[in-house]
């Protein structure tokens, strides 16, 4: 009897292969630039974490960083729904404000500033600044706290 062959045969060429796209690769970061720069990266990166961590012991930067914190926490309170909603507001705010306003005749006086302010629309309308504006005096009159991080998340903090 005769022995079984073993043969395998080569599977068809589909695309490049890995060493092809490698080296494609190489070639496209070099004609780019990046190969270059990641080499200066590489070769200066002492040089490169000092002045970044330099730039960071600043007490400037500290209290950015600290601000940033803050405002993040804050953003995080607030419901995203909620938000859109003021965000759209501010903006149609200041849309409106922008545009050019309707010329008027004569100015309203005292008997007009007295209608408008008997008109239940205009009161409606003024109802949410004058709470926010109240909201705000209140929040204005709050002290501040030593350590904001801390007041928001409870954990002492050495910052």
């Known amino acids: 009897m005769a022995e079984p062959i073993s043969y395998q045969p080569k ?5 490049p292969t890995a060493r092809e796209e490698l ?15 990641a080499n200066d990266l590489a070769a200066g990166r002492q040089d490169i974490v000092g002045i970044l961590f ?3 012991n ?4 500290r209290y950015a ?11 995080g309170q607030i419901p995203p729904s909620r ?8 903006k149609d705010a200041l849309l409106a404000a922008a545009e050019e306003p309707p010329a008027q005749k004569e100015p309203p006086g005292v ?5 408008a302010l008997k008109d239940e629309e205009t009161w409606r309308a003024l109802s949410p600044l004058v709470q926010g504006l109240l909201a705000l005096g209140e929040g204005m009159r709050k002290p501040a706290p030593e350590k904001p991080i801390s007041a928001v998340t409870g954990k002492p903090s050495d910052a």
């Open 58 to 61: 600043l007490e400037s930067s």
């Open 83 to 90: 938000f859109y909603k003021i965000t759209s507001t501010v």
């Open 111 to 115: 008997r007009g500033l007295y209608k």
């Open 11 to 15: 599977p068809p060429k589909i695309g």
């Open 23 to 37: 080296e494609q690769l190489l070639e496209t970061l070099h004609g780019s630039g990046l190969l270059r720069l």
């Open 54 to 56: 330099e730039g960071l």
């Open 65 to 75: 960083v600290q601000n940033i914190a803050a405002l993040l926490m804050m953003l």
